[in-house]
């Protein structure tokens, strides 16, 4: 099954830009989303189709996906960013569909 | 404007079986796949499979066969997850979550989440 990889934790200090990676074999051919969760809460998607921002979410937050690596970048990092960010894929290509969540990657806020 | 809203967190023994609830609003609800995600504590996100509201069949993913069971009440705009047969391990937080489409495959709203706790 297809394997998403993203680092455990990125620290940032305020007002600068946070990078966060999602890596998968060949995952550019894929759309990769991308979501926030805070301690307690339920994710809220931040990204979708690699770049898209639903309404509501600054635009601060971007991403881009390319070659082997998905990014979400994090620009003007402020101290409510700080959470857990999860990239997501769907693939489709088979006959069963499925869902696959990278690890997760802690944001801290310097 | 779309809610999700899950029942309440549960305490249930080894053994026993629990019913998780998710009670959608403010969109048609058999428009949209239904998907369940597990968080185990302190771990990342799972997800379990989903079900169509359309034709009521139920996908899921590998790990979640056997004594997980999705279904639905489309009259009253609910989606439930059966867990029989629990085990310690299966303590988690338990999210439902809207896929856009199936075309898109990212989740645009989720429930709150429920607890549930297995415990002696």
Known sequence: ?110 | QVQLVQSGSELKKPGASVKVSCKASGYTFTSYAMNWVRQAPGQGLEWMGWINTNTGNPTYAQGFTGRFVFSLDTSVSTAYLQISSLKAEDTAVYYCARMYSSSSGYFDYWGQGTLVTVSS
């Open chain 1, 1 to 110: 099954s297809y394997v998403l990889t993203q680092p455990p934790s990125v620290s940032v200090a305020p007002g600068k830009t946070a990078r966060i990676t999602c890596g998968g074999n060949n995952i550019g051919s894929k759309s990769v989303h991308w979501y926030q969760q805070k301690p307690g809460q339920a994710p809220v998607l931040v990204i979708y189709y690699d770049s898209d921002r639903p309404s509501g979410i600054p635009e601060r937050f971007s991403g881009s996906n390319s070659g082997n690596t998905a990014t979400l970048t994090i620009s003007r990092v402020e101290a409510g960013d700080e959470a857990d960010y999860y990239c997501q894929v769907w693939d489709s290509s088979s006959d069963h569909p499925y869902v696959v969540f990278g690890g997760g990657t802690k944001l801290t806020v310097l």
